[in-house]
């Protein structure tokens, strides 16, 4: 079983070229059944649809979220799919199996007044505080997911367009920068960036103390520490801002279409969201609707 898993997780690596961060999702979900699998002296090309139920109450017993149990089975039905073309298999035992309903929840979402506190917390004293200044509000002002963020470089940001360039595999997509994202961003890239780095070949857009790509687990830090400074008692996460892009878009009149472009959200191919960006009117709805263009 362990050779069919190191080929699987190979395939979704070269051929479906996903991220690392899903990669690994993949790994742990996989690697869990496999001891399960182990332990209870299945043979995985012959496993029955009543062993992946039992798997699935096991998950249950063991405390794991609906989510989790749900991918998990996402996770176990792409391998048997996987072992079927490779023909290691002669049926799907998930093929039957539904998954879990996961019960929808209303995204956590800040104030505008609250985003307004946050951002307000970095003070433009210190390298690192004209840093953060940058980040907090390129964040919020580009909805951007904490791995896109500290996986830009420098030539990703294009000041004369006012727009970054965010490119994940595949796709590709262009934002437009806000004014006080913009104006905060050219601060850190002109005065702190230069002094930060360490090498001049490092590419990276946002750096650490040490002059390193800035860490995801840093970028959380950094949001837990202003959250704290700003005394907002909600949960904010990098994500809590990128609802709140969203949010607020919609609630000041920008269309879902233009919203989910910025987003770059699954259902929109990487070649539409780029003609969406050469059209000149998004940027006109973006000026309009985000609160701090």
Same mark, same amino acid.
């Given at each position: 079983?362990?050779?069919?898993?190191?080929?699987?997780?190979?395939?979704?690596?070269?051929?479906?070229?996903?991220?690392?961060?899903?990669?690994?999702?993949?790994?742990?979900?996989?690697?869990?059944?496999?001891?399960?699998?182990?332990?209870?002296?299945?043979?995985?090309?012959?496993?029955?649809?009543?062993?992946?139920?039992?798997?699935?109450?096991?998950?249950?017993?063991?405390?794991?979220?609906?989510?989790?149990?749900?991918?998990?089975?996402?996770?176990?039905?792409?391998?048997?799919?996987?072992?079927?073309?490779?023909?290691?298999?002669?049926?799907?035992?998930?093929?039957?199996?539904?998954?879990?309903?996961?019960?929808?929840?209303?995204?956590?979402?800040?104030?505008?007044?609250?985003?307004?506190?946050?951002?307000?917390?970095?003070?433009?004293?210190?390298?690192?505080?004209?840093?953060?200044?940058?980040?907090?509000?390129?964040?919020?002002?580009?909805?951007?997911?904490?791995?896109?963020?500290?996986?830009?470089?420098?030539?990703?940001?294009?000041?004369?367009?006012?727009?970054?360039?965010?490119?994940?595999?595949? %796709?590709? &997509?262009? @934002?437009?920068?806000?004014?006080?994202?913009? $104006? #905060? !961003?050219?601060?850190? +890239?002109? %005065?702190? &960036?230069? @002094?930060?780095?360490?090498?001049?070949?490092? $590419? #990276? !857009?946002?750096?650490? +103390?040490?002059?390193? &790509?800035?860490?995801?687990?840093?970028?959380?830090?950094?949001?837990?520490?202003?959250?704290?400074?700003?005394?907002?008692?909600?949960?904010?996460?990098?994500?809590?801002?990128?609802?709140?892009?969203?949010?607020?878009?919609?609630?000041?009149?920008?269309?879902?279409?233009?919203?989910?472009?910025?987003?770059?959200?699954?259902?929109?191919?990487?070649?539409?969201?780029?003609?969406?960006?050469?059209?000149?009117?998004?940027?006109?709805?973006?000026?309009?609707?985000?609160?701090?263009?």
């Amino acid at each position: 079983m362990d050779k069919q898993i190191k080929l699987f997780l190979e395939f979704l690596q070269n051929d479906k070229k996903l991220s690392e961060n899903t990669l690994q999702s993949y790994r742990r979900d996989i690697m869990q059944f496999r001891d399960y699998v182990m332990a209870n002296n299945i043979n995985y090309a012959k496993a029955k649809e009543e062993d992946i139920k039992d798997y699935l109450k096991e998950l249950q017993k063991e405390g794991k979220k609906t989510s989790t149990a749900s991918r998990s089975l996402a996770s176990i039905r792409s391998f048997y799919q996987f072992l079927l073309r490779t023909r290691k298999a002669k049926s799907d035992p998930t093929a039957s199996i539904q998954s879990p309903k996961i019960e929808k929840r209303v995204p956590s979402v800040l104030t505008a007044d609250e985003v307004e506190l946050l951002l307000d917390q970095p003070k433009d004293v210190d390298l690192k505080g004209t840093r953060d200044k940058a980040m907090l509000e390129f964040a919020y002002a580009t909805g951007m997911k904490v791995t896109e963020i500290i996986d830009l470089d420098i030539d990703d940001v294009n000041f004369e367009e006012d727009t970054v360039t965010c490119s994940n595999g595949k %796709k590709s &997509r262009t @934002i437009p920068l806000g004014a006080l994202a913009e $104006k #905060a !961003l050219k601060e850190y +890239v002109e %005065k702190a &960036r230069p @002094i930060l780095i360490k090498d001049e070949n490092n $590419k #990276a !857009l946002f750096v650490n +103390v040490n002059g390193s &790509r800035l860490t995801r687990q840093g970028f959380w830090k950094i949001v837990k520490y202003y959250k704290e400074q700003a005394h907002i008692d909600k949960d904010i996460t990098p994500h809590v801002l990128r609802h709140s892009f969203a949010t607020h878009l919609l609630q000041n009149g920008a269309d879902l279409k233009s919203i989910q472009a910025m987003l770059g959200h699954s259902d929109i191919s990487s070649t539409q969201v780029y003609a969406q960006f050469q059209d000149p009117t998004l940027k006109n709805i973006y000026k309009k609707t985000h609160p701090r263009a």
